[in-house]
């Protein structure tokens, strides 16, 4: 059902994914599944080969806990390989572990990782691909262009002098024959620094610009970019693949603990304006590709009255509970919808 869902939306060009369930051993059981299937989203992400772009959706009265972010850090994620690719094992005491590369004409080459001693131990292969790396590189210019705003890129090419230092030299190549110039047009920059560099930076930071991050980066800053911001229901995500497939989703799951609740009759406020934002960046995109001005006007409308909802002290408990307006009205999930509808 995953791959038909990626399939349909290279078809298609656009989709909407709600949130769904990486299976662990408890959720086997409880849908009664054949087996622990793979993550649904990693599926989806290696078919498409993308980018996942997540942005904060900024309200007055939420605070970010970083009191100089007023703009948003959008983050983009590479979406393929590294260690959600990985090949991994424990070695017992003694083992020599190495890499070994067989090329196309059969040679070998080989380099050891490590001759273990008294100790057992752990070792990990990952992989990325220069074809990946550089439709990662393209989309983010593309991107940053498109929201002209400022791009970073960082790695960690001091230690990993051949992987790392890869993606730095892609992203260079192609910003240097590609974007330069039209980065200089829109009076935008490009500029790469180490992954610690940035992270102090960013903190530093009054946001306004995209953060290009690999693949384990970006999965551990946007959890921490959504929290800083707020809370993980006011973050939203799309996917852009290089050949220009939109995939939007809230960054959020399926809310389990709520949906419990929900399933034992009790009344649950769940947050619901990422998902809204999913449907409207969907529709907006849908609206520019078909030339559909009514539509794109329409999400428009859609995301202003979520907003305005929120900033008239009409909310869900995880934004009541940090609101700092004064005229607060914590409302269930249900009534969120309506007060929204009302306002649209
Ligand atoms: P989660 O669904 O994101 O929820 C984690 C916690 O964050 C919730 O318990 C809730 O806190 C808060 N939260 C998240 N979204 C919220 C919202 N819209 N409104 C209010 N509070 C919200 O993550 P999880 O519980 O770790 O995972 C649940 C399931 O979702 C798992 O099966 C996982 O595989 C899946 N998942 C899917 C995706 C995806 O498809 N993109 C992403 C992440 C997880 P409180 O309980 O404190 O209220
Ligand atoms: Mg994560």
């Not at 572990?97 to 001693?117: L, M, P, S, W, Y």
């Not at 983010?140 to 890869?166: E, G, M, N, P, V």
């Not at 610690?196 to 693949?215: L, P, T």
């Not at 002290?313 to 249900?334: F, I, P, Y």
Request: net charge negative; aromatic share 10%.
């Amino acid at each position: 059902m995953t791959i038909d869902a990626a399939n349909a939306t290279k078809k298609y060009g656009v989709a909407v994914k709600c949130a769904t369930i990486t299976p662990n051993a408890a959720r086997v059981e409880e849908y009664n599944l054949k087996e622990m299937w793979k993550s649904p989203n990693g599926t989806i992400r290696a078919i498409l080969d993308g980018t996942v772009f997540r942005a904060p959706i900024l309200v007055k009265g939420i605070q970010p806990y970083i009191p100089t972010w007023t703009k948003p850090i959008t983050i983009a994620r590479h979406a393929y390989g590294d260690i959600y690719k990985n090949v991994e094992m424990q070695v017992p005491a003694g083992a020599k572990c190495e890499i070994v590369c067989t090329d196309a004409e059969g040679n070998e080459t080989r380099k050891v990782i490590h001759q273990f001693g008294q100790s057992g131990g752990i070792i990990q292969g990952v992989h990325n691909v220069d074809a990946s790396i550089t439709s990662f590189a393209r989309c983010c210019f593309t991107y940053a262009l498109d929201k002209k705003q400022d791009l970073w890129f960082a790695a960690k090419d001091t230690i990993s002098k051949t992987y790392d230092h890869r993606f730095k030299d892609i992203f260079e190549e192609v910003y240097n024959a590609e974007f330069k110039a039209k980065f200089a047009e829109a009076g935008i920059e490009y500029f790469y620094t180490l992954i610690d560099d940035a992270v102090a930076r960013v903190v530093r930071s009054d946001g306004g610009y995209i953060w290009a991050c690999k693949n384990y980066d970006g999965d551990v800053m946007s959890d921490m970019l959504a929290t800083a911001y707020g809370s993980l229901a006011m973050m939203t995500s799309v996917l852009v693949s290089p050949d220009g497939v939109y995939e939007y989703e809230a960054a959020h799951g399926t809310v389990q603990r709520h949906y419990y609740k929900y399933l034992k009759g009790e009344t649950t406020s769940t947050n619901s304006v990422a998902t809204i934002f999913a449907w409207s960046g969907a529709l907006r995109k849908r609206g520019e590709m078909d030339g559909n001005d009514e539509l794109m006007a329409f999400a428009d409308r859609l995301e202003s009255a979520t907003i305005r909802t929120i900033e008239d002290g009409v909310m869900t408990g995880d934004l009541a509970a940090m609101s700092t307006l004064d005229n607060v009205q914590k409302v269930d999930s249900e009534t969120f919808l309506r007060e929204i509808a009302a306002r649209l």
